[in-house]
């Protein structure tokens, strides 16, 4: 009965270390992916592995490669839905922020894994959306206002009255110099793998149903052991009670005995006292016959 019991608690004692040396790994590896884009290199950490359910976290650090101004920073996580891709969530990460190089951006982003996830790895996309400012110097043109034009004869042509020249209206010339600003927008997006998603297979189905099957089994002799052991209790409970008893039966025996050997020593005694009186008496009868036969002889 004890080899019945002691194998299956065995088993399922490996099944059960085998989950949990599972779970624990999953919540203790972490994994790295980085997002190299045109204005930022973003990098994502995240736990290596994640069982469907569960909330899965990343952290998120994106640092600025040069100056510029971050009108939004967007991070879409996906996952396989055999061939699509399901959305998970969407995270607007920073929107309309100056940045210049080497500053960052930290963000923490939740996600919660279907619980119908295939065996795949989450995807994520980073997209940025950026504006640049960009200046030109324009000089002076004017040759009284610029030496340097008017000393190469880079002046501009005035009427002919003034150098001999035709007057050309359509030509412009600035007096002083200037700078031009000008605001351009682009956008970049790149996408990185992510933690590992350990849907069920059929072999872990297997084991699954198994260890099911196991913790039933274990259930229910549990309950056997319960029951073996409570009728052990009342057995020895008995076998004391008995145990008692028969303790309580050998002092009443050899108290028995005891008072058994004092009445054979008093009888005996006793009879010894009759039996010398007896004696005596016969021994003083026979001496007055005697002494009666002489006296009736003389």
Do not use: W
């Not at 002691?6 to 779970?23: G, N």
């Not at 010339?173 to 590992?196: E, H, R, T, V």
């Amino acid at each position: 009965m004890r080899t019945k019991i002691i194998a299956p608690l065995v088993l399922l004692v490996i099944l059960a270390s085998i989950f949990v040396t599972q779970a624990v790994c999953a919540q203790s590896n972490q994994a790295t992916s980085t997002v190299v884009l045109s204005h930022l290199n973003v990098q994502l950490t995240y736990l290596s592995q994640v069982l469907p359910g569960q909330l899965a976290t990343i952290n998120l650090t994106a640092q600025a490669k040069d100056n510029f101004e971050l009108t939004s920073l967007t991070v879409q996580v996906y996952s396989a839905d055999q061939d699509n891709l399901r959305l998970l969530v969407s995270t607007i990460v920073a929107t309309n922020t100056p940045m210049l190089s080497g500053q960052q951006v930290n963000k923490q982003i939740q996600v919660a894994v279907p619980s119908g996830a295939s065996r795949t790895s989450l995807i994520a996309q980073v997209i940025e959306s950026v504006g640049t400012n960009s200046y030109a110097y324009n000089p002076a043109t004017n040759p009284y206002a610029n030496p340097y034009l008017y000393q190469y004869g880079l002046y501009p042509p005035y009427p002919s009255y003034y150098f001999g020249y035709s007057y050309s209206p359509t030509t412009y010339y600035s007096l002083y110099p200037s700078y031009s600003y000008n605001f351009q927008g682009s956008s970049d997006n790149a996408i990185a793998p992510l933690s590992y998603v350990m849907a069920t297979t059929p072999e872990y189905t297997a084991l699954q149903s198994q260890y099911q099957q196991l913790q039933l089994q274990n259930q229910q002799l549990q309950q056997q052991i319960q029951t073996l052991q409570n009728s052990t209790a009342q057995k020895d409970s008995t076998i004391n009670t008995l145990n008692n008893q028969l303790a309580s039966l050998q002092g009443t025996t050899i108290l028995v005995e005891i008072v058994a050997i004092i009445l054979a020593i008093a009888l005996v005694a006793v009879a010894a006292l009759h039996f010398k009186s007896t004696k005596a008496q016969g021994t003083d009868s026979h001496s007055a016959t005697k002494t009666e036969e002489k006296t009736t002889s003389a």
